[in-house]
């Protein structure tokens, strides 16, 4: 068990990162560099203004005409999004290990409200996969490889929770815990889980098409 | 072209193809989106079919591009036929959707590309397909011929040259400020309507021309997938308005050739700036413009009394930029404006876009089905008058009057103008005595 521990905090851990950083560089690069050749409309019509703000308004709850119309769902959709950044990045237990290894001191919420963001990302998530199978329009477009994503996404908050409230064999907890993440890191730059940086081209390229070009809000 | 059809699918010409289409945007629209079915609720073809799951844009795409993609073009007839119903039948690419999608996808681009692999194959709707001789042969896509055209303004401008004096249909006139393009139905069916923009122009006192070739700006290559040619006719417009040197061209009240000229036409023609060689204009901008400056002006009296409401004509609104134009305009010529909910850039498609009308019968009950949602919209308004700024919408809307027994009268901006606008004295027709000519 504490083989297996020491090898995924250790040298899996710098894998998975290194897959995860580098993966997501190369898919970006690769389609900018695409885009300099097919995607000239991208270019032609670039102004900040629009770019910026067709990111903006659906960054925000509630802030396109889209979201408004699903207003429990935008709103829960919100949250997790919130939630799967916010837990990792300032939980106490993980900047400890950010600070062991490496000196790196990152600022920590209180473990307990870790824990109800933790709570209300698992809540969420669970709408989401609910209303993936209840509502015909979205269970049409979802394949077993959706239904694995949110799993393996919500999997580490899950056996996180789980670990830190001592529910169930504590070190199999953690190993899961661990190994889980890793598999998540190295899934996303494979995957549509890459719209945490393609967001963010996507968006403002439809902010420069219909807006720069038409004054058309894409919000 | 039935032989085209019983050809076995070259699914190499295919795999070009869709090789020279991946894009950084198609690449990351196809693997980003994240279906969560919000793009469904957009779609008034989803919406008018109460909610088919399979009208969504997210399951159009995924069942035509993505799957052409995933198999890397090795597919068969039936693939492609299923394609045709979708591109062709389920969606006018008015790109509604694009502002509904969180990543903001274009769901309408990855439509067009579609298309253009049917297309390659001879699969594309018989009504569009005729007409590709006809735009290579003559320019224009009713194979009209320059003798009739030119012979169809001056009869135009014979004709109403006696309510509006000095009234001229400048043909190939150089240096003209604006080079006045057409739908070719109006020269061939609806020739008054080149009368009407003659007497708005000749009140406005414009400085204007129509040309002898290049007057047809409308693009059903485009709607066909037929990039090449779309490109190539989009050209022959640009090249005699520079030939002539006119200041910008202007385009009837026609949706997707303003779409064509303005936006898809530079790409399709091989412009990489993106911008035309000229700037171009849409009536409804220039309509605008003259009652803004008051160089046309409206009777308070013959100004519409009854509810009056808008179509939000895609190219024009959403796709064109001039939502607000027409309602200005709608301010000078209707008293009791109701507009419709949605409007502006997020009205519904008519259904009648995206090739529909040209596709002729066989999409016509799909296109009656579909314009269900833009029928209750109307009837919702409780207006008795719509004033449609696009041939397509027109016909569309005239068809939904029908159907959905909404009991309006459709019109055209020129109509209304010409109808209600102030003859300033200097156009006035000089009236003739009775007792016969002066005897010195």
């Known amino acids: 068990m504490n083989d297996l521990y020491d090898f995924l905090s250790g040298p899996a851990l710098w894998a998975a990162f290194i897959v995860f950083i580098v993966g997501l560089i190369v898919r970006v690069v690769y389609l900018f560099g695409l885009s300099k050749e097919r995607d000239r409309v991208a ?69 307990s409200f870790a824990d109800i963001l933790t709570m209300v990302f698992i809540v969420t998530a669970a709408i989401l996969l609910v209303r993936r199978l209840v509502r015909p329009e979205v269970r049409i477009l979802t394949t077993a490889w959706d239904y694995f994503l949110i799993l393996l996404t919500s999997a580490p908050f899950v056996t996180g929770f789980l670990a830190y409230h001592q529910i169930g064999p504590y070190k199999l907890m953690m190993i899961l815990h661990i190994l889980l993440a890793e598999i998540l890191l190295v899934v996303i730059p494979f995957s549509k889980l890459g719209h945490i940086i393609l967001f963010f081209p996507s968006r403002v390229f439809i902010g420069f098409e219909m807006g720069t070009r038409r004054g058309v809000r894409t919000w | 072209m039935n032989e085209e059809l019983q050809k076995p699918v070259d699914t190499k010409a295919i795999k070009e193809l869709l090789d020279l289409n991946d894009s950084a945007r198609i690449r990351m629209w196809l693997s980003i989106c994240s279906r969560c079915g919000l793009c469904a609720e957009s779609c008034f073809f989803y919406l008018a079919k109460n909610k088919d799951p399979k009208l969504s844009p997210a399951y159009k795409v995924r069942a035509t591009l993505g799957e052409l993609y995933r198999r890397k073009g090795k597919v068969d007839r039936d693939f492609l036929k299923k394609c045709y119903d979708i591109v062709w039948g389920e969606c006018t690419t008015c790109k509604r959707c694009s502002l509904y999608c969180p990543f903001g996808i274009d769901i309408a681009t990855m439509i067009a590309t579609v298309r253009a692999v049917c297309n390659s194959q001879g699969v594309v709707p018989e009504g569009l397909l005729r007409t590709t001789d006809n735009y290579r042969d003559t320019g224009n896509q009713m194979g009209m011929s320059v003798e009739d055209f030119v012979d169809t303004c001056s009869w135009m401008a014979e004709e109403t040259a006696e309510e509006i004096r000095g009234l001229t249909i400048p043909i190939d006139k150089p240096g003209a400020r604006i080079m006045y393009t057409v739908n070719p139905r109006e020269p061939m069916y609806y020739p008054q309507d080149i009368a009407m923009a003659a007497k708005i122009f000749t009140v406005a006192e414009e400085d204007w021309t129509v040309p002898s070739t290049g007057w047809d700006c409308t ?21 005699k308005a520079l030939e002539l040197g006119v200041q910008a061209i202007a385009i009837t009240e026609c949706g997707h050739a303003f779409r064509s000229a303005l ?131 027109f016909d569309q809307i005239r068809d939904l009057n029908k159907e959905y027994d909404l009991g309006v009268k459709v019109v055209s901006f020129k109509e209304v103008i010409t109808e209600a606008m102030i003859i300033p004295e200097k156009f006035q027709p000089i009236e003739k005595d009775d007792e016969g000519d002066a005897q010195d």
């Not at chain 2, 059903?220 to 090249?239: D, E, P, S, T, W």
């Not at chain 2, 607000?324 to 909910?341: A, L, N, P, V």
């Open chain 1, 43 to 111: 270019y032609n019509h670039a102004d900040l203004g629009w770019g910026l703000r067709s990111i903006f308004h659906w960054l925000v709850p509630l802030g396109s005409i889209s979201l408004r119309s699903q207003p429990v769902f935008s709103i829960t959709f919100f949250l997790f999004h919130v939630c799967l950044f916010v837990v990792p990045l300032f939980l106490l237990a993980h900047n400890m290990l950010w600070q062991e290894a490496f000196g790196i001191r990152i600022p920590s919420m209180p473990d």
């Open chain 2, 219 to 239: 693009n059903l290559a485009m709607f066909a997938g037929n990039r090449a040619l779309a490109g190539q006719i989009v050209k022959n417009m640009y090249q």
């Open chain 2, 263 to 393: 936006f898809e036409g530079p790409y399709m023609a091989g412009y990489r700036n993106g911008k035309p060689p000229i700037p171009i204009v849409h009536s409804v901008q220039l309509f605008y413009e003259y009652l803004r400056d008051g160089r046309i002006k409206i009777d308070p009296d013959k100004m519409l009394e009854e509810p009056a409401t808008y179509q939000d004509a895609c190219n024009i609104s959403r796709n064109g930029g001039l939502w607000k134009e027409g309602r200005e305009i709608m301010k000078y010529i209707s008293k009791d404006f109701r507009d419709m909910e949605p409007n502006s850039e997020y009205n519904h498609c008519c259904g009648g876009g995206g090739g529909f009308i040209p596709m002729g019968g066989e999409f016509k009950k799909r296109r009656l089905e579909s314009g269900r949602v833009k029928a209750e919209q109307i009837r919702a308004t409780g207006a008795k008058t719509i004033i449609v700024p696009c041939h397509n919408c």
